[in-house]
């Protein structure tokens, strides 16, 4: 068994160790080319992102931008759950619905900036309000469709119980939604993170976003590559551990 489990770890490994070589390589050959005008090479860069989490004015900054995401996706958790369950119950209401909401989940969702500023202002509510937009939808859609999919032998012993609509929802329909809920909540959470950033470049006095655009406001490239590490090795580092932990919701369904 652990034979086995060798087997399929260690060529995983070796693929993401080899992409994460060349990545490297092809950095630091784009540094030989371009030089330091726009980039810094990866090792400098490294220096610099560890020399910026032991800054003092970095972790005000992450926590500006860590309490809008949490917070953001709490709200996706919630509101998508209730209302893809809602849908997916509903056939004729999510029929009617989804088009509106793939429609809807298509359009880049900066075009509707100006207007989350004009009612929201610029502060934390405007960033998760941008933030929620960009990732609710998959959690909505996921939860939606594995509603749909429900047996429907659970659903007539529900009618047979004269259940009402919350006992259904609570008791049949999130038990059996939860792994597409995660896996709809795992694609949300970069959409959100991008929420975040964008919202904060543009309409945020801290937070990461708002460094990151002072830092091109400046041209302060070694800062600019080193935040922009910063933040891809969580992003990467976050979205493993939720693949791993979808991976396993599913194994047990």
Known sequence: ??????????PGMGDSLMFLVA???VWQALYLVVGEVA???????????????????????VASSFRALGIALAIELVFGL????????NRLAGEVAEPLIMTLYSIPKIVFY???????????LSVVVFAVMHG??????????????????????????RMRAGQVIWRI????????????????????MLGVLLSEMFGSKNGLGFMLMNAIGLNQVNLIMALTLVLVGFAA???LALLALDGRLHRRK
């Open 114 to 124: 100006p207007i989350v500023l004009m009612f929201c202002g610029i502060g934390t």
């Open 1 to 10: 068994m652990s034979a086995d489990t060798s087997r399929g770890t260690w």
């Open 237 to 239: 580092v976050v979205n």
């Open 39 to 61: 980039i810094t090479p990866p090792l400098e860069t490294m220096g610099n992102a560890y020399a910026l989490l032991r800054s003092a004015d970095f972790w005000p900054n």
């Open 173 to 192: 329909a999130l038990p059996a939604t939860i792994p597409e809920v995660f896996t709809g909540l795992r694609l949300g959470f970069a959409g959100t």
């Open 136 to 161: 609710i939808l998959p959690v909505l859609l996921f939860t939606m469709t594995a509603v749909r999919n429900i047996r429907p032998a659970f659903l007539k012993t529900a009618r047979v119980m």
């Open 82 to 89: 209730l209302i893809g369950t809602l849908l997916g119950l």
């Open 23 to 25: 990545v490297i390589a």
